[in-house]
């Protein structure tokens, strides 16, 4: 199915909602199928031409959760409630109701889009150190010391290993 601009979009739907013509003989002169003319149509009796402008938005998770709560109430199908809420595509519903059931309200929460920033997030609170003496001083002393213990034994077995003769170690 080929792009249709605008104007031809709004003059098959006109023909169609004008009722001299039906949605297949229309369908067939301008080469799309005639669910696209039944599409124009709708989205002209409920909106006008105005919905056809093309709009770039993020929809809101509670305006996603009011159109599924709609369509499941009415009993509309995906396309007829695209239809009535100005969304251009049906498959749009289609996807937030697939969300929806599998991962809840979250899953329609919109995400931020592109590369996350490298800026480092300070902090409101600084990392507190804890009182010398404390509990949690002397556990964060034994870890570090610890740590420090297993580097070095580990460094030493390279060490050990690398004097061994080649002839040795085979």
């Known amino acids: 199915m080929a792009k249709y601009t605008t104007e031809e979009k709004i003059q098959a739907a006109l023909r169609y909602l004008e009722g001299k013509e039906s949605s297949y003989e229309i369908a067939k002169s301008i080469g799309t199928n005639n669910s696209a003319i039944l599409k124009w149509a709708k989205q002209i009796e409920y909106h006008g031409v105005e919905a056809f402008v093309k709009r770039y938005t993020n929809y ?24 009535i809420f100005n969304i251009p595509s049906p498959s749009t519903l289609d996807s937030w109701k ?29 990392k507190q150190t804890p009182i010398e003496g404390s509990p949690e001083a002397l556990q964060a002393e034994i870890n570090r010391l610890r740590m420090e213990n297993e580097y070095l034994k580990k460094l030493n077995a390279l060490v050990q290993s690398k004097e061994k003769s080649p002839k040795k170690t085979k």
């Open 98 to 126: 697939k969300q929806f059931e599998t991962k809840g309200f979250g899953a329609l929460q919109s995400k931020n889009k592109g590369r996350p920033s490298m800026k480092k997030e300070t902090s409101k609170q600084p």
């Open 60 to 83: 809101s998770a509670q305006f996603k959760l009011d159109v599924l709560n709609y369509m499941i109430e009415h009993g509309t199908s995906s396309r007829e409630t695209a239809a």
